[in-house]
C-alpha cells in the first residue's frame, strides 16, 4: 500500500505569501454544506491544501472522481471574494 502527503508549493514571503496563495476557507454560516473561498486571483490553482482541506478545480473534482481513489469526499464551494493581484506563480 502507498501513502502519500500533500504540500503546496513553496512561497516567498513566508506567511503573507502562502496567504495569498491560499486564502481563507470557511463553513458558510447559512449552509454547513459549503465552504466559502476568499483569496487572491485572478490565478487560482487546480489544488491546493488549506488546514484539513485539499481544495480542487471542477476539472480536478471530474478526475478524481473517475479514478480508482476511495474516501474522497467533496464539499462545493463559493468564491465569497477574490481580490485581482497582477502576479502569476509559476
Known amino acids: ?3 502519500y502527503t500533500f504540500e503546496n508549493k ?3 514571503w513566508g506567511d503573507y505569501g502562502n496567504t495569498l496563495f491560499t486564502g ?3 463553513p458558510d454560516e447559512n449552509n454547513d454544506e459549503i465552504i466559502c473561498i476568499e483569496r487572491a486571483g485572478p490565478f487560482v ?3 491546493y491544501k488549506k488546514w484539513d482541506m485539499i481544495l480542487v478545480s471542477e476539472s480536478t473534482r471530474q478526475k478524481l472522481e473517475k479514478s480508482d481513489l ?3 469526499q467533496f464539499i462545493n464551494t463559493t468564491f465569497k471574494k477574490t481580490v485581482d493581484i497582477d502576479w502569476i506563480f509559476r
Open 45 to 47: 490553482p487546480a489544488i
Open 70 to 72: 476511495k474516501g474522497i
Open 24 to 26: 481563507f476557507a470557511y
Open 10 to 12: 513553496k512561497m516567498p
Open 1 to 3: 500500500m502507498n501513502f
